[in-house]
Every structure is written in structure tokens, then in C-alpha cells.
């Protein structure tokens, strides 16, 4: 049974760091390019990063650009979100994801609050 983990939500306030985790069970995601996804209260989820399946090319939403770093260590099945200098709206449950999603791997996520 696949599973992906999501670790390293928080309450921090504005200008702080959380730093994200993925782990991925039941298959090797090495070979898939891999995202993280968010949903705030009252919106739709949307995209905010992805690495492609080596690890060396990352894309971002222009609202993250600079201050987030999406990476990968495939010898542990595991993706990461650095997140800095936080902003209250990005308030939201993380989860990640394959980029593309794939619809059964959505997982409970992480819950990110960041007071102002």
C-alpha cells in the first residue's frame, strides 16, 4: 500500500522557518518527479513546488519563489520543503504529492500556521 507521510507543520510567526518532510512507503518514488501541495481554509489546493525525479530541476509559484526550497533524497524515499521568511497567508495544510498528482496518494498533510 503506498503511503506519503507529511511531517513539520507548526505555528510560527511571520518571518519564521518550518522545514517539511514526505516520506514515501509501499513503492519507490525515485523515478517520479514529486510535489508539494497546499490547501488554506475556504480555497482550493494548489501547487506550490515540484522537483523533477534526479532532484536537479525545482519550479515554484511566483508567491513562494525565494523564499521556499523544494529537494529530494531518493536513498530515503523522502522530499522536502525548506520554508522561509513564512507569511500569514501562507496558513494552509501541506501535502505532498507525484507531479502530476495522483489522486490516491493524498495523505492527512501537515497543518502550517503562521501568526502575524
Known amino acids: 500500500q503506498v503511503q506519503l507521510v507529511e511531517s513539520g507543520g507548526g505555528l510560527v510567526q511571520a518571518g519564521g522557518s518550518l522545514r517539511l518532510s514526505c516520506a514515501a512507503s509501499?513503492?519507490?518514488?525515485?523515478?517520479?518527479?514529486m510535489g508539494w501541495f497546499r490547501q488554506a481554509p475556504g480555497k482550493e489546493r494548489e501547487f506550490v513546488a515540484a522537483?523533477?525525479?534526479?532532484?536537479?530541476?525545482?519550479y515554484y509559484t511566483d508567491s513562494v519563489k525565494g523564499r521556499f526550497t523544494i529537494s529530494r533524497d531518493n536513498a530515503k524515499n523522502t522530499v522536502y520543503l525548506q520554508m522561509n521568511s513564512l507569511k500569514p497567508e501562507d496558513t494552509a495544510v501541506y501535502y505532498c504529492?507525484?507531479?502530476?498528482?495522483?489522486?490516491?496518494?493524498w495523505g492527512q498533510g501537515t497543518q502550517v500556521t503562521v501568526s502575524s
Open positions: 522537483v523533477s525525479s534526479s532532484g536537479t530541476s525545482t
Open positions: 504529492n507525484t507531479n502530476p498528482p495522483t489522486q490516491t496518494y
Open positions: 509501499g513503492r519507490t518514488f525515485s523515478s517520479y518527479a
